[in-house]
């Protein structure tokens, strides 16, 4: 039997829809567009906005994104009232977001702003009404920006659906805020920037490496590298519509850097430090993916699991490790002359530089996300069709590290260093996977016994991978626990 539908009336056309529908899928699923701000299709709904209001007859004004459609009633979506009450509730939210959009590095990308466009805005409440806002730069990571929130509470929900809970509302509901008292440098949060991929205005932004780059990048004295990270990679070449990773490398070239090495190159480094540290100390337990944001996780929120951290330098780290202590002797540059940037897919790699600068020898000097690094090709109207293919420099690594860009490969990969090193034969790699949010699996290590490997992506798997790990290493006799953790769903 086929569920019964319900009938109403959507701007003047005769439409069924299933029973929950909400009145914005069904008007969506009808070509109609809603604008919507709050609204975001990863999220649950959360409805506070008002922008995408709708007119229910008898000129009742209601939420779209929240309000299921209801039998026999009828909707308008571009009514004179809707409209007005659409302008009104974004000049409200322009009352303390001043309209600079042309120097605002989201500017071309921000949802606001085309919102302000679509609605025919030129100028919002003035600036300055609404209640005192509070910035965050605390973070090395994420910086959030008060006067720019829009109180959607869109970054709230995202952080409280992976877990890791760092971020409210504040008491006036005028903007979001860090949970924690010393602001996003406190422990709850990652630094994963997840937050910032939602946000729909400029307030929640990677604290940007783009000046200091580009300012190394036009210094004649400096000699600037870029490590490129095979996910960062493949997200630019999506973004830019490259097909061959040559044409990106040559734009990076054109772009000023003299050189571009694969971080896979000191993944080779990264697997055999672990490789080493897991066969003389043979821990009970040990995290072995190099995600700066569970690292500070577990720094800040589980010490007592501390001696499960992987090695200090991850991959892209120790390929600027290797460059400054075998490249640029050769080349006979000093080491002040030198500049490396990482390109990364997450802005937690910022809080990597960071650690490292302070608690090791000098490797990177910033990390760019793959957003800023677009956003610098478009403002310098780099296009990819200009490069000429390159390839990487500084190449000498077995490329066993390439693997460790498909999540939950790190276990084959210590797999095989082990196997080369006791002369066994190689073990067939499972080729990494497309994991699910968790995934526990039993691996054979050559001359090592069989390890039982968890893998955990977002924050709520990572938490009871990590209570897992907790239980199996102390049962007697139980196979050591291998943790593959990624802060990012
Ligand atoms: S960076 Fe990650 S952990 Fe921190 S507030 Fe944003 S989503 Fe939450
Ligand atoms: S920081 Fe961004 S996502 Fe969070 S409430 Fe403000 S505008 Fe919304
Ligand atoms: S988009 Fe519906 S209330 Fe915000």
Redesign the pocket.
């Known amino acids: 039997m086929t569920d019964p539908q319900v009938s109403f009336i959507l701007d003047g056309r005769e439409v069924q829809a299933p029973p929950g529908t909400t009145v914005l899928e069904a008007a969506r699923k009808l070509g109609h567009a809603i604008p919507t701000l709050c609204h975001h299709p990863l999220l649950e709904t959360i409805g506070r906005c008002g922008v995408c209001t709708v007119e229910r007859e008898p000129a009742v004004l209601i939420p779209a994104c929240s309000t299921p459609v209801e039998q026999g009633a009828v909707y308008h979506t571009g009514s004179p009232a809707v409209a007005a009450h659409r302008r009104e509730v974004v000049k409200l939210l322009l009352s303390r977001h001043e309209l600079a959009c042309h120097v605002c590095d989201r500017h071309g990308e921000c949802e606001l702003e085309r919102l302000v466009g679509r609605l025919g805005i030129t100028d919002g409440s003035p600036v300055g009404l609404a209640a005192e806002t509070f910035t965050d730069r605390s973070s090395t990571?994420?910086s959030l920006l008060g006067d720019h929130c829009l109180a959607c509470g869109r970054?709230v929900a995202?952080?409280d659906s992976?877990g890791?809970g760092?971020?409210r509302l504040d008491g006036g509901l005028v903007q979001a805020r860090?949970v924690d008292e010393p602001g996003?440098a406190g422990p709850?949060?990652?630094?994963?920037?997840?937050?910032?991929l939602v946000c729909p205005s400029s307030a929640?932004v990677p604290r940007s490496a783009v000046v200091p780059v580009e300012s190394a990048l036009m210094d004649r004295d400096r000699h600037c590298v870029a490590v490129l990270e095979p996910t960062a990679a493949a997200a630019l070449m999506n973004e830019l519509k490259v097909d061959a990773q040559p044409r990106l490398i040559g734009t990076l070239a054109s772009l000023g850097f003299a050189g571009v090495v694969d971080s896979a190159w000191g993944a080779d480094a990264y697997l055999a430090e672990l490789a080493d540290r897991l066969h003389r100390e043979r821990p009970r337990a040990a995290i072995i993916s190099p995600c700066e944001?569970v690292r500070r996780y577990v720094r800040l929120n589980r010490p007592e699991l501390a001696d499960w951290l992987p090695p200090e330098s991850g991959p892209s780290q120790q390929a600027a490790v290797n460059w400054r202590q075998k490249v640029s002797p050769e080349l006979g540059l000093a080491p002040g002359h030198c500049y490396l940037a990482q390109v990364a897919t997450g802005?937690a790699a910022k809080e990597g530089v960071r650690r490292h600068s302070v608690d090791r020898e000098r490797g990177l000097d910033a990390a760019l996300t793959v957003r800023e690094l677009t956003g610098l090709l478009r403002r310098l109207g780099m296009t990819p069709e200009k490069a000429k293919a390159r390839g990487f420099t500084h190449l000498r690594g077995s490329r066993l590290g390439t693997m460790l860009g498909a999540p939950g490969a790190v276990a084959d990969g210590l797999a095989v260093v082990w196997a080369q090193r006791s002369g066994s034969a190689l073990p067939a790699p499972s080729g990494g996977f497309l994991p699910p949010a968790e995934e526990e699996r039993e691996v054979e290590i050559p001359g090592g016994g069989p390890a039982r490997v968890l893998v955990a992506h977002g924050g709520r798997p990572v938490q009871k991978a990590l209570d897992r790990a907790v239980e199996l290493s102390a049962e007697k006799g139980a196979p050591r626990v291998f943790l593959e953790l990624y802060?990012c769903p």
Not at 188 to 196: F, L, N, V, Y
């Open positions: 990571s994420v970054c995202l952080c992976l890791w760092a971020l860090s996003l709850r949060c990652t630094s994963c920037g997840q937050c910032a929640l944001a802005t802060a």
